[in-house]
């Protein structure tokens, strides 16, 4: 039995990129994807392009680090559905790259990353947590990124080492992975599996400025809906991306 079709999905920042690559697979499972934008005006197109492939789709004005974006859309959903199936906390930011570094880091750049990236996951979260424990089989899954690892930052072996350092986006999902695990760690009770996902590398608006970047938002999608439609035994509190477990 298909156990996705009539599912309700929210995915925040799905109006473009990966998010919206998300919102396309959940979709094509059968579920009625809701598509958080900041702006309707992006949103909106954005959903209609899915009706136009047979999708469920409907856009959501969802600021993440909006005092009341948050709640207005958890409402909006309880009083259209009654309940969520599935929240994939997607938007991000990445920040002006030159701010974050050490030793010249801009405090603003850094708050504005994290109230996104951790703190907008977070508002979201809380907000839809009731909606989701009303469904049979939650899922919350984390988009954050392998930049995220500590194992990795610190391997000598591994080519992230060679990075320049960073104080906003890589400790932002750091901190967005602790989250992940908090909150799994909490919902295990309920059957509420969550995980972080790191879809990789793609080439989408957020990547432009890297070079070698050939996979695309339909490769980086595919980790992130796997672990929206994990079975009953699947994992929760871990950090996966395609090839499988991305260390802490």
Known sequence: MNTERGSIALITGANRGIGYEIAV????????????????????????RLCGDGIDAQAVRLDVT???????AAAWIDAQYGRLDVLVN?????????????????LDTLRAVFATNVFGAVAVTEATLPLLRRSPRARIVNVTSGLGSMTRMTDPHDYFTGLPATLGYSPSKSALNHVTVQYAK???PEAILVNAADPGPCATDFTKDLPGVTRTAVDGARIVVHLATLEENGPTG??????GRVPW
């Open 186 to 188: 909490h919902l295990a």
């Open 238 to 243: 871990g950090f996966f991306n395609e090839a």
């Open 66 to 72: 909006s005092g009341h974006d948050p709640a207005g």
């Open 90 to 106: 997607n938007a991000g930011i990445s920040g002006a790259r030159q701010a974050q570094q050490p030793g010249s880091a801009d």
């Open 25 to 48: 697979g959940l979709g094509r499972l059968g579920m009625t994807v809701l598509m958080g934008a900041r702006d309707l005006d992006q949103g909106e197109p954005a959903a209609a």
